[in-house]
């Protein structure tokens, strides 16, 4: 059993780039007077949204594992793991644009957005696992960027 020196400094690494960058936002938010209830209300809300595509990302991974397709237990628990985070920092992100707008987003294009990005991960998800080649993960970059951006378009007004 070899060590994958480059995976620990990948593990360690990112963590400390994480706690550092959150104990940095933090003291920003401080000083700037971010940190108030609003925030706390924002980023709680999003932590617990978060937890749903966590457990749909789970019941997807043990979808694939009854049908036959065998898993690692590190790739498990790093999809899963990014699942969460991400899902908290993007719902996190959305609800504090909703809420520091003077007019709030459109429900129909939120879900319309995330209709989009959750599609388009799923069908590139499924076309990576088929053909074994998980290159085809980066064609849903484009889709996704897509669908957030339209998710926080704001629509525009015409007034002539």
């Known amino acids: 059993m070899e060590v994958q020196v480059g995976g620990l400094v ?9 706690i ?10 401080k000083k700037q007077r971010g940190l108030d209830e609003l925030h706390d209300h924002i980023w709680q ?16 991974l043990f979808t694939l594992i009854l049908f036959g397709i065998e898993l690692k237990a590190g ?15 993007i719902t ?8 520091n707008m003077t007019e709030p987003l459109k429900p129909s294009r939120v879900k319309f957005g995330i209709a989009i990005v959750l599609v388009s991960l799923i069908i590139f998800t499924i076309l990576s696992i088929t053909t074994g080649n998980w290159w085809f993960l980066i064609a ?21």
């Open 75 to 89: 790739m498990i628990l790093g999809v899963i793991i990014l699942v969460h985070l991400a899902s908290w920092a």
């Open 10 to 18: 990948g593990l360690y690494g990112g963590a400390v780039a994480g």
């Open 140 to 160: 849903s970059i484009p889709p996704t960027i897509i669908g957030v951006l339209c998710a926080l378009a704001s629509e525009i007004s015409n007034e002539e």
């Open 45 to 60: 809300k999003a932590r617990a949204i978060s937890w749903f595509f966590t457990l749909a990302s789970s019941y997807l």
């Open 20 to 29: 550092l960058a959150w104990w940095f936002g933090r003291r920003m938010a």
């Open 92 to 99: 996190g992100m959305v609800l504090s644009i909703n809420m």
